[in-house]
């Protein structure tokens, strides 16, 4: 099939200028002549693809306005067939390293306000006042102080300080129900009256004892010297805690006054206290 100007037919054209060498031209009978022949001696359009060996003409043999075709053509070819099918994931690839550390970011806002708690368990109670007792005051012969005479005990005596057996003067009482108390305790002691004879001292001690529902309840306590005029008081205190086990228990502080009376002589000992009774506990 020939070619002609003009045709639009998808065979491969080619241009009066290309040069074919070494084309085998027929002769009669057995001989065959060659000759080189240039491209104004083939006429335009007698040259076809069929005429021309696979690979005898290069990509640089054609000219460019067939290159330009050549090249229009593959990109209509590939536009039209699309993509090719999406190829396997590949394998997840190392991690990275640790990146470095951001600054810190800005403060957050205040949140709003919380709803209101609940109301907690009521505490245990503390320390309430239940006593406060001192020493009634005295008659005309104690001159209406809060004072009462003490007995006097012998301090080499078989009997020297408050005890079950002899639990000497009580000073000052109080009455508690069942619970835990903290119970402080003052005693206080003066002398009205010197020795006499020959005016020589004798020391005198005061000795109190804490009694709880008539038992001595702990250690005794001891003043200093009680000094022989009434112008001056010798005095101990404690305070203890005491846990009473049923309702309407006495609870008293009592003493003895220790000290020895020359031949002839005599000693008057006054004595008063006060009991201070807070609650720690309720009925147990």
Known sequence: MKLTPGSRTRRTVLTAGLWVTSIVVAAS????ATAQITSSQI?????TSVDLKNGGVGYVDISRGAKLNLIKAARSGIAAQGGGASGAAGANGLNGAAGAKGEAGAAGKDGAKGDKGDK???????????????????DAAHQNQHVVTVERVDP???????????PGTKLVGVTLDKGTYLVSGTAQFLSLQSYVGNNSQVDDFGA?????DGAQYGSVLFSGDIPTNSNNLAQTNATTVVTITKD???????????????AGGQSLTW????LLVSRVTSEL
Do not use: I
């Open 271 to 274: 004595g008063g206290g006060n």
């Open 29 to 32: 009978g057995t001989a065959f």
């Open 248 to 262: 309407d228990t006495d609870v008293t502080l009592r003493a003895v006054a220790r000290g020895g009376v020359e």
């Open 156 to 166: 080499n005596g078989a009997v020297s300080s408050p005890s079950n057996a002899s």
């Open 43 to 47: 006429q335009y359009g007698t040259v």
């Open 120 to 138: 907690g368990a009521q505490g245990d109670q503390g320390l309430v006042v239940v006593a406060n007792e001192t020493t009634p005051a005295g």
């Open 208 to 212: 109190v004892g804490l009694f709880v």
